[in-house]
């Protein structure tokens, strides 16, 4: 599978944006998907995850409740949905895919995650 994310921009304080992971190869409910974010000078972190199989979804404690994820089957594309956007939410945002059924405490870790999109960037500025 190979994934591709958009819906990246600026955006001002309060705000909300809709990121998509659009996959192409294969199938995307074959496969756990994630949502990370990395920051200038920061580590990748987990935003959200969603096992297949049970369709188990994990928060990251940063954006919880502010974030959800849905998927159009028809179209093979996973949504981020991000409301309530703060200054600190700028970061280049990144959807994985692994063909794994991850364990709870994995499903954040981006070391669980073999496939990657490459990475849309939202700006959270006045």
């Known amino acids: 599978v190979q994934l591709q994310a958009s819906g990246g921009g600026l955006v001002q304080p309060g705000g909300s944006l809709r990121l998509s992971c659009e996959a192409s190869g294969s199938r995307l409910d074959y496969y756990s998907i994630a949502w990370f974010r990395q920051a200038p000078g920061k580590e990748r972190e987990g935003v959200l995850g969603r096992r297949r199989g049970d369709g188990k979804v994990v928060y990251g404690s940063s954006m919880k409740g502010r974030v959800t994820i849905s998927r159009d089957n028809a179209k093979n594309t996973v949504y981020l949905q991000m409301n309530t956007l703060k200054p600190e939410d700028t970061a280049v945002y990144y959807c994985?895919?692994?063909?794994?059924?991850?364990?709870?405490?994995?499903?954040?870790?981006?070391?669980?995650?073999?496939?990657w999109g490459q990475g849309t960037l939202v700006t959270v500025s006045s």
């Open positions: 994985a895919a692994t063909s794994g059924n991850p364990i709870v405490s994995s499903i954040l870790q981006p070391i669980t995650y073999d496939v």
